[in-house]
Each structure stands twice: as structure tokens, then as C-alpha cells.
């Protein structure tokens, strides 16, 4: 039966008549850390009673028709992990583990990493938190720019973004792919990570591949988007 936390989901039965289906949604359920398949101690949710500052806003479809809103405020805590608040640009294993980028803005492309080299033995362990591109016409990869090769990924992606007055193209808030780049799988929990072009297009609010190649994409993701005249891909542009 329906209650406040049940999503009711209506299908057409053969007789055109339409039947309820009840689902049960945990809201608040433990952040799990898909590399480990371990509960993230990274991040935290809890409910609060109105919107503000990372926090994320669910609306909920009674069986009645009504709309119910929930807001739930996400914290990071970094735990054992080092701080990072410069571009790097010369990976190694050292550079991209146990640590967490925390709001670097080092280029136009590739906010906090980024990668021309083959470093496909290089797997990235890591937590990308409030990373940005300089504000440029065509910007590329908040947390991320590749175009070579790059081991597996996995992390917490938190409010990265490619946004700004002069901002006419913005392509992939986590990650960029391009050059026919090759990329291991991608796994973490992606939240709140934009593209906001100005004129021009925004592709890509967490992952945009172009003419290259990622594994498997797998996380969660809560509340990604693109906004611009043009804009594809709140999650992923391929």
C-alpha cells in the first residue's frame, strides 16, 4: 500500500485500465563506495526542512496525485585523505590516491587533472570536490581532461562545474574525453556536478566522450545537469 515514502508507478493492464505499482524508496540509505562495495564514509546525508546550501530537493508522487518535497543535505568529510589544491598535470599513482581535489581552478581545460600521456597504469583513487574551469568560451573538463590513456577511475564527485559570464561552451563537469582517449571504468557517486553555457552549448554535467573510449560508468548520481541554449546530457554526453 501506499505511505509518504512510496512511489506509486501506473502501467496500462491488456484491458487499457491502469494498475498501481508500489515501490519502496530508502532516501536516506548509506552512500556505498563502489570500488570497495563498502559504505562510504566520505559522505553523509541527513534531512533537513528546506532547501539551502548542498542540498538536494526529491519530489515525491503520492497515490492521491499529490507532490510531496523532501530536502536532503549532503556533508563531505575527507577522513585519512590529503588535500589538493592545484592542477596537476604530471600524473603518477602518488599524485591521484588517497587524496581529494578541493576546489582547484587550474586551466580551461582539466580543472584539476589533466592528461596528454599514456598512463593507462595509473588507476585514480580519488575525491573531486568543488573543482572549476577558468571562465573561457569553450571549457572543458572541470575535474578531469584526457586525451590519452587513463587507468580506472573512481571517487566522490561533488559540485564541480563549468560555469560563468563568459562561458559559451562547457563540455563534461567530472570528466572530458576526447582525442580518441581511452579511459578504464568509471565508478563513484556523482552529486550536484553542472555544465552552465551562457549562449552557446552545455554537454556533459558529469561525462562527455568524443570520438574515444570509457569502460563501464557505474555510481550514483543525484541532481547533475546541463543548461545552455544547447544542452545535452545532464549525466553523461556520448
Do not use: C, M
Amino acid at each position: 500500500a501506499a505511505d509518504d515514502y512510496t512511489f506509486e508507478y501506473k502501467t496500462a493492464d491488456k484491458d487499457a485500465n491502469l494498475v498501481s505499482s508500489y515501490y519502496k524508496i530508502d532516501l536516506n540509505a548509506p552512500i556505498v563506495n563502489f570500488s570497495t562495495n563498502k559504505i562510504d564514509e566520505h559522505i553523509s546525508w541527513e534531512e533537513v526542512s528546506e532547501a539551502g546550501n548542498n542540498t538536494v530537493e526529491v519530489n515525491l508522487h503520492g497515490s492521491n496525485g499529490g507532490v510531496e518535497t523532501k530536502y536532503y543535505k549532503y556533508t563531505y568529510t575527507p577522513k585519512n585523505y590529503t588535500q589538493v589544491t592545484t592542477r596537476v598535470s604530471d600524473i603518477t599513482s602518488e599524485k591521484v590516491n588517497n587524496v581529494y581535489f578541493d576546489n582547484v581552478a587550474g586551466a580551461v581545460v582539466g580543472g584539476a587533472l589533466y592528461n596528454s600521456s599514456d598512463k593507462s597504469n595509473v588507476d585514480i583513487n580519488a575525491d573531486f570536490i568543488y573543482n572549476h574551469t577558468l571562465n573561457d568560451t569553450g571549457s572543458k573538463g572541470a575535474a578531469i581532461y584526457n586525451n590519452n590513456k587513463l587507468g580506472n577511475i573512481n571517487g566522490n564527485f561533488i559540485n564541480n562545474y563549468i560555469s560563468g559570464k563568459y562561458v559559451k561552451n562547457g563540455d563534461g563537469a567530472v570528466v572530458y574525453n576526447e582525442g580518441g582517449g581511452v579511459i578504464g571504468n568509471i565508478t563513484g557517486n556523482f552529486i550536484e556536478n553542472r555544465v552552465e553555457a551562457t549562449t552557446g552549448h552545455a554537454q556533459g554535467g558529469v561525462v562527455y566522450n568524443y570520438n574515444s573510449k570509457v569502460g563501464d560508468i557505474e555510481g550514483n548520481f543525484v541532481g547533475n545537469y546541463t543548461t545552455g541554449t544547447q544542452s545535452y546530457g545532464g549525466a553523461i554526453f556520448n
